[in-house]
């Protein structure tokens, strides 16, 4: 890889014009601005979480129903697919081969999944020890929260599995390029967003 190939910080877009360049900048950076606007969201819920967390109403308490064991578990899971992404991403921009970078992506997928699976049967356990989105304050501001969250990564999975599509259909040409970029910087924001939630949701939750 020339030095010319190497100049987008993420890319290797091999030998191509200088408006595919300016291009693949420009998709990158208007990404960056749709994730602030999405962080904007969080940091509202997060807001609306902390004035809530008090408003119990005599329901269970976030120590009743939070199982930071298994909070923590997903936090792992979380963080490793995190590894697996970034792997993926250069096996890209290296070009070390297809397989390199389907493996890592299917890890990523299947690791992203198991954290869903985890998340969805804890809130299957507070549902069952009576705590519902309408009995509280506090627990109506958490399923705005973490499910929201959940979503998220529900999706950027969907994205991956159809970007793996593209990989096999088109190859590595400049727009599945800029698509792994994307959903890079998709996945890493999620795990930031996650550790802010166990950090302010569940572990100040075993002291409320």
Known sequence: M????????????????????????????????????????????????????????????????????????????????????????????????????????AVTLVLGLAFLGMELRDFATMFGNGAYPTRSAFLSAFFALVPLHGLHVFLGSVWLIVIMVQVLVFGLDARVKINILRLGLFWHFLDIVWIAIFSVVYLQGLIA
């Not at 014009?17 to 998709?27: C, I, K, L, P, W």
């Open 2 to 105: 020339s030095a010319n190939e190497a100049r987008h910080a993420g890319l290797n877009l091999g030998v191509t014009d200088e408006a595919t360049r300016e291009q693949a900048g420009s998709a990158v950076l208007g990404f960056w601005v749709f994730l602030m606007s999405d962080a904007v969201v969080f940091a509202l819920l997060f807001a609306t979480y902390g004035v809530m967390l008090p408003g119990i109403a005599s329901g269970p308490t976030p120590a009743a129903v939070y199982k930071i064991g298994s909070a923590f578990m997903e936090t792992m899971i979380l963080l490793t697919s995190s590894f697996t992404f970034g792997m993926a991403s250069i096996a890209m921009k290296h070009e070390t081969g297809y397989g390199r970078l389907l493996g890592w992506m």
